[in-house]
Nanobody
């Protein structure tokens, strides 16, 4: 099974930017759906993006237009560029995987994930 490791979290002021990285233990492109979800302690997980096997990326409405996914196939790494961050974006962010095709990705249904990285947006 693929192992995923998220990194790049930190503290930023409202309106600022961060880029998260998701490093995979094997080649993922086309073989997995790869995405991100976030979770605030005590609250349900919120799926925020998923890139399907054919390359389509789905975004949650809460981040559409502010967050962008990109990738570096040579490094088996995907990135989540987060711009115009808001206090409500504060959460632990996880990189996750799912089957590459079908309805899991657009519905942000993931199978496994690695350790998360904390993002704090505060003035």
């Amino acid at each position: 099974d693929v192992q995923l490791q998220a990194s790049g979290g930190g503290e930023v002021q409202p309106g600022g930017s961060l880029r998260l990285s998701c490093a995979a233990s094997e080649f993922i492109f086309g073989n997995y759906g790869i995405g991100w979800f976030r979770q605030v302690p005590g609250q349900e997980r919120e799926g925020i993006s998923c890139t399907a096997g054919e390359g389509t990326t789905y975004y949650a409405e809460s981040v559409e237009g502010r967050f962008t996914v990109s990738s570096d196939t040579a490094k088996n790494t995907m990135y989540l560029q987060m711009n115009n961050l808001r206090p409500e974006d504060t959460a632990v962010y996880y990189c996750a995987e799912t089957i590459p095709y079908g309805s899991n990705c657009p519905r942000f249904i993931f199978r496994s994930w690695g350790q998360g990285t904390l993002v704090t947006v505060s003035s």
